[in-house]
């Protein structure tokens, strides 16, 4: 009798599915959230491609200008996605946490070789065996770069860049070495035990500029907790009044997971104004 009943219910069901008519598809079209183009760089001698978020009233508001956020590692499936995500989300006009902003993705070829300068350590040697040539990346950022997103996009001055691991490596170095390429450096997870730490002690060059810095960092081993703190203490000790640093330890996050949530607190502490 059970099973007469069940199967009498099953059917009932079946055919009332069967009977209800399933919603026409009206129209289908692809979503698009930036545009992907590729430029020749004479500086690296290869072809690099940029993912760009554009802020959704870009095209209609043709006097409008935008602040730029330069992001390392900015593949589609490395970090443009989720970074362009929280620039749309803290853009809003009801949450205000940074101004509109154009997102510039640099997608990656060889990182090892792009992001680190040359080391005198044996291991990283063998483990980078490309490494090396940061030199030249920076390069294709200050004299290429910049200026094709400056003359094919409005653009304000107000530049930032985000890195993190070998991508914080490169941003530090970027602060020390060439700190009037940025306005904002928001370095997450830096791997400064490159070359056996020793971009630590180098004296960064001064600037006269205005600049916000924040770091962070997980919970990622002595090394790497013990170096981001001594970036942002180095830092501190020679602070000028033009310059806002912050320092992040992210206790519940790792090193694969930590940029997410660096990025929105650093947004918060370097744009974000009281709401009226």
Known sequence: MK??????TLLLITTLSRGQALPEKISESDFSMGKSIQIESAVLEETRDLNIYLPLNYASDSLKTYPVIYLLDGSKD?????????????SFSWIRMLPESIVVGIGNGDRKKDFT???????????????GKSKNFIAFIEKELQPFIASNYRTTKTKTIIGQSLGGLLA????????????????????????DEKLLDEVPTAYDTPKSIYIAGGKEGEIMERTAKELFDKLSANKKDNT???????????????????????FENIFKSPKE
């Open 172 to 195: 530090t170095e970027i602060l020390f070495k060439k700190p009037h390429l940025f306005n904002n450096y928001i370095i997450v997870s830096p791997s400064l035990w490159w070359n």
């Open 117 to 131: 300068f040359p080391s005198q350590n044996k291991q990283d040697q063998k483990e980078f065996p490309t490494s």
């Open 244 to 266: 806002l640093l912050f320092y992040d330890f992210l206790e519940d996050k790792t090193h694969g997971d930590a940029l997410h949530m660096a990025v929105y607190r650093a």
């Open 78 to 90: 490395e970090d443009f996605i989720h970074i362009s995500g929280i620039v749309q989300f803290g």
């Open 3 to 8: 099973q007469t009943l069940l199967g009498f």
